[in-house]
């Protein structure tokens, strides 16, 4: 329902010759400059809820949004994504108060199998076939240290089954491996994504994601609010996200490195106050915000090691008590922190979990053998795709 009342609004808008912009969101401009810019009351920033003051501290510079405004420039309403799958929409009211609500973004998601002979090499077959050289670099890294993809020739063959998004006809995020096959010189290499653990196996089941690196970053009492991708509040009725873990800790308790990597940002983040950025190896970026201070001598582009002293728990930027707000993103999109730091360690799938997972790759491991056995490979061919639009998940 929501999303068709948003529809009719947009379009009458159109039709009253509201001006419709695309833009990139400016280097610089935080939620509230922006509210500035457009005559809205910064009181609307400050009466949101948390993890809506939140929410406009996850807009980055550069991601584009929809801005609609009257034929004399004044702000109608604007949608602003904030992640993949929920973006801000705020809106002129009828009697001329703005309103602010958290939508899902209606995107479309495909599921695509692929196969794809070598002519030139990995990188640009998988470009010319795909249109996203993505794809080409997340199975180098799923292969790293058993495949020399530079040693394959003409006449050796790839295998991809992938989901991506699109939104408005324009490729929505990155695409994510579940499959890949790769045969050189005759010998066949498969990693199939296990949806249970999401880690990768090979067809016998013998696992080979690396145990992640991440370590829970501080010494909490609870855990006061969980990640939340996006969801429908029943009580609310409306949509809410929260995009990291938040942990209850004294002022001033000492907050560490949740692994190796590089401090990329230090310093003031809107809503998330005093905020360390550390990006890590494998597409990884940890975030720590509402930071009472950092420790002394701490410089951005100096190297952490997990465990090392990085600042103090704290309560700026707008914090309702002592946390620490941990975001964990993996190739710029969130994901829950904790389904990745308490992963358990795994070599192999054994019992029960083995026999599914077995059960379950049996149909991509054939049409990928199917395709193999064929006399017709000059060509990429498309195997299979399905495509879907997005659901929002309800509690």
């Not at 005559?39 to 807009?59: A, G, R, V």
């Not at 009257?70 to 604007?78: A, L, S």
């Not at 973004?105 to 010319?128: F, G, L, R």
Request: glycine share 8%.
């Amino acid at each position: 329902m929501k999303k068709i009342i948003l529809s009719i609004i947009i379009f009458l808008n159109l039709l009253h010759s509201a001006e419709v912009q695309e833009l990139p969101w400016p280097k610089g401009m935080s939620f509230l400059t922006f509210l500035e810019k457009y005559s809205i009351p910064q009181k609307l920033y400050f009466d949101l809820e948390k993890e809506d003051k939140e929410l406009c501290s996850e807009i980055v510079a550069d991601k584009r949004f929809f801005l609609y405004t009257e034929d004399n420039g004044d702000f109608n309403q604007v949608l602003i994504p904030v992640s993949e799958d929920i973006q801000i929409h705020m809106y002129k009211d009828s009697d001329g108060t703005v309103k602010f609500q958290t939508l899902p973004i209606n995107y479309q998601e495909y599921t695509e199998a692929i196969a794809i002979p070598i002519t030139v090499s990995v990188s640009h077959d998988i470009q010319k076939a795909t249109g996203d050289v993505t794809l080409a670099i997340q199975l180098k890294s799923l292969f790293k240290g058993v495949v020399d993809f530079r040693k394959m020739q003409k006449g050796d063959f790839i295998a991809l089954k992938y989901t991506k998004k699109s939104l408005l006809g324009r490729p929505h995020g990155l695409p994510e491996l579940s499959a890949a096959m790769v045969e050189i010189a005759g010998k066949e290499y498969y990693r199939i994504k296990n949806s249970k653990d999401d880690k990768y196996y090979d067809e016998k089941g013998k696992g080979f994601s690396k145990t992640f690196f991440f370590k829970i970053p501080l010494t909490y009492k609870r855990i006061s609010s969980k990640f939340t991708k996006k969801r429908w509040h029943p009580v609310l009725k409306r949509y809410r996200a929260h995009l990291g873990t938040d942990f209850a800790a004294p002022r001033g308790r000492k907050i560490y490195a949740a692994g190796d990597g590089r401090v990329e940002f230090k310093g003031r983040r809107g809503g998330y106050g005093n905020t360390i950025i550390i990006n890590h190896q494998n597409g990884y970026k940890t975030l720590y915000a509402h930071q009472n201070g950092f420790r002394k001598g701490l410089k951005r582009g100096a190297r952490v090691k997990k465990g090392q002293h990085i600042g103090y728990v704290g309560s700026t930027g707008l914090s309702s008590g002592p946390h620490l707000h941990l975001g964990l993103y993996k190739n710029g999109k969130a994901v829950d922190p904790l389904k990745v730091i308490r992963r358990p360690k795994t070599s192999g799938l054994a019992g029960k979990h083995k026999a599914t997972f077995l059960a379950n790759s049996k149909s991509i491991i054939k049409t990928f053998e199917n395709e193999m056995k064929s006399e017709n490979r000059t060509q990429a061919t498309k195997l299979d795709r399905l495509t879907y639009k997005s659901e929002v998940k309800k509690l």
